[in-house]
């Protein structure tokens, strides 16, 4: 089944202990990236990447790190997560970066830093 | 910077009849995709209707339409005869090279 997995999908962490997020995809998918929900702003880009090794900051990138070592896999690190990180992740593919590409999206990731 | 606005928190409507969720948008840019998603209660994104800036014909998939006026910059999304199952929050989206959601709008069907 083609899919795009999370794990975990629920954390709860304190403040300053390093946690990463996985993602990765079956669909061979050249373009993936990462979403913040909150409450009254909607879906907010993290970060994106457009193939292996290619990475680009979206409009809240701070406090987040990515890393693109293999297509499938696009994992979301927090190397000293605070309160203000609390939030619901998605992360989604699509084909390639063009436009028209339907991003598909894991089933989110609800975090929340004590 | 781009921006998606959606005006309308909450919307309404009875079962059979049709509604229209708000979406507008500020770009400077003439390539551009835009999307309208829903997320049921289990909180999965999924893709309802998407339309290509350039094309002049609005999309349309089965229950639902898009009003794309691309000189006002909106791109608002009819659903008729509504069902229980669309209860949900709708976000608007765009897409140029980064992606770009709205707040979203919750809407409720009422049977």
């Known amino acids: 089944e083609a899919q795009v997995t999370q794990n975990p999908r629920y954390l709860i962490t304190v403040t300053g202990k390093k946690l990463t997020v996985t993602c990765s995809q079956n669909?061979?998918?050249?373009?993936m990236s990462w979403y913040r929900q909150d409450p009254g702003l909607g879906l907010r880009q993290i970060y994106y990447?457009?193939?292996?090794?290619?990475?680009d900051k979206g409009d809240v990138p701070e406090g987040y790190k990515v890393s693109r070592k293999e297509k499938r896999n696009f994992p979301l690190i927090l190397e000293s997560p605070s309160p203000n990180q609390t939030s619901l992740y998605f992360c989604a593919s699509s084909l390639t970066a063009r436009g028209y590409n339907e991003q598909f999206f894991g089933p989110g990731t609800r975090l929340t830093v004590l | 910077a781009q921006t998606v606005t959606q005006s309308q928190p909450e919307m309404s409507v009875q079962e059979a009849e049709t509604v229209t969720l708000s979406c507008t948008y500020d770009?400077?840019?003439?390539?551009?995709?835009l999307f309208w998603y829903k997320q049921p209660p289990s909180r999965q994104m999924i893709l309802v209707i998407r339309q290509e800036a350039y094309k002049q014909q609005n999309a349309t998939e089965n229950r639902f339409s898009v009003n794309f006026q691309k000189a006002a910059k909106s791109f608002s999304l009819k659903i008729s005869d509504s069902q229980l199952g669309d209860a949900a929050m709708y976000f608007c989206?765009?897409?140029?090279?980064?992606?770009?959601f709205g707040a979203g709008t919750r809407l409720t069907v009422k049977p």
């Open positions: 669909m061979n998918h050249e373009y």
């Open positions: 770009t400077s840019e003439s390539d551009y995709y």
């Open positions: 989206a765009y897409r140029s090279g980064r992606v770009r």
């Open positions: 990447s457009m193939n292996v090794e290619v990475t």
